[in-house]
């Protein structure tokens, strides 16, 4: 199996599917002539021309409302952000217009759309360039919500989310583009709400997403110098979130901790513990921990910075927690 | 185009050539087609004022008495293939589009039967058949969406224009500036129609922008652009003509500033005078009602007689009556529909 980094991951798969379905265009500040701000969508251009691969001028509200005006026109765009940071100026778009449209039209205007670019920190970019935001669109209904780590499964859940026929936010790490992995050639398609155990374990569950599973294979290798055995869960999509497989770890594991980059109010940690406590209630054998980013804007100093993040002691310390080691 | 800072108090003096436009050359039976459709939103209009104030429609109501030249003009001048979005106060526009008066009526009184199953609301029309696409009620979010489905018309090949309809509210927005500079760039089959009614809400335009020709936006976008008399039917449908050849043979955008009055408050819960204008400004505009003008012009040009405009206000009055009783009648969503199109699949 060949071996590609996330960002060529991704291309592979804008690639392809434009090679699938004449429908699929790529639209953002810096997609065509410039070869894409992360390079994502190098040499799409040439393959494709501009008028399936658009630049456009620097106006996140606007460009979304053209990709949903096309979606309700018949076509099937993907709408890049350089980042979701800037995203914030085009969320009355894509919560008032796109997560809504098939809903108060009673099923006559459907929106297949994806909403893609990078999230989470990167280093030292400060506070409005350092922020996760996928817990803010999980919380909107008629909108899914995909958060790959790895560049198979950037690859085949971009598949997937193009193919969706539903306005997809399509989360990317901006710290994860340079990193590489085997991902399958041609048809490889992750579904959208399917998480992965991304290492096996018997002790504790470790359940991150995005950049976080990183984090978390690494606190489990930590961990396994103790003896402790952890098992990493990746749910791949926030939005629907398959709290089946969280749940069936858990039921094994008897103990949980939830990771992940963005703020601890109202965070996507908070309703996996919900629905745990919920689906597994008695075999549970410590209240679920959580890890997440600090409550606070995201300070510039490298140090500071680093205290804000979570990271594998972070969360190896966590898993102790849970196993009363600590 | 008119340039000048000028209050929009001394309305129409601009197109005023237009308007006194004859009707040698016009088939008498499509200017009673016109007639015919003004009336139905008017009546519909005012019945479904009442229908409000009995508690069968709910939410916010926009009413679009004063405005039925401008939603008739423009429909007379599209095609079927032409894809339409409206603001909230898109009644009017339905109609003239061809939704059913038993449709749009059955929407605001949230039945099953109603054209957006009873799920948008008198602020959510839909009818993707007609290519009516709402209804959208962020001032101004549905700009950009005009833009959007010109892109796919033109990226499709297709020969049709996309039309947005906004108030002159929106225009300070930055989601109209956005579009309108995105259709020019990338020159996309675009009609931008401004009705500018004077008011945003309370606010009247003077108070609330810097310039008060709207049309003359369109020149930070060398953009095409007209200021047209929103009261007068045929101006209005002559204009759009216009705009809509400029996109299907040039595929260039337009903006067009209609300006029209609205006769009733903001919505229901707005009174007719309100503390923003005077009971004399709105009786002043009311002697330019599109609808008795274009009456009066029709009687004088022998295209309507007695006996017609008597037949088609029962028919009309028939229609509308009709409308509220199977909107009466028809059942509510099932509960099941609750948790239908949210996402598809």
Redesign the interface.
Known sequence: MPTLTYRDALNQALREEMRRDPRVFLMGEEVGVYQGAYKVSRGLLEEFGPMRVVDTPITELGFAGVGVGAAMAGLVPVIEFMTWNFALLALDQIVNSAAKLLYMSGGQVPIPIVFRGPGGAALQLGAQHSQSFESWYANVPGLKVVTPATPADAKGLLKSAIRDGNPVVFIEGEMLYNTKGEVPDGEHVVPLGVAEVKRAGTDVTLVAHAKMVTVALRAAEELAKDGVSAEVVDPRTIRPLDIATIAESVRKTNRCVVVEEGWPMCGVGAQVAYELQHACFDDLDAPVVRVTGADVPMPYNKQLEKLAKPDAAKVAAAARQVLYRS | MATSRRPTRELQRAAAAVTDKALAGENPADMRRLLREMLLIRRFEERAGEQYALGKVGGFCHLYIGQEAVAVGSMAALKSGD?I?CSYREHGQALARGLSARAVMAELFGKAT????????SM?L???EKGF????A?VG?????????????K??GESGV?VGFFGEAAVNN??FH??L??AA??KLPAIFVCENNRYGMGTALERASAIWDVAARACAYDMPAETVDGMEVLAVRDAVARAAQRGRDEKTPTLLEIRTYRFMGHSMSDPIHGHYRTKEEVENQKQRDPLATFRKRLEEARMLDAVQWQAMEADVNAEVEDAIRFAEESPDPDPAELF??????
């Open positions: 894809l979005f109603g054209c957006s199953s009873g799920k948008g609301g959510h839909f009818d993707a696409l709402g209804g959208h962020i979010g549905h700009i950009p969406l005009v833009a959007g489905s010109a892109f796919a018309i990226y499709k996309a930055g989601a956005e579009a500079n995105m760039v990338w239908t199109h949210v996402t598809t699949g």
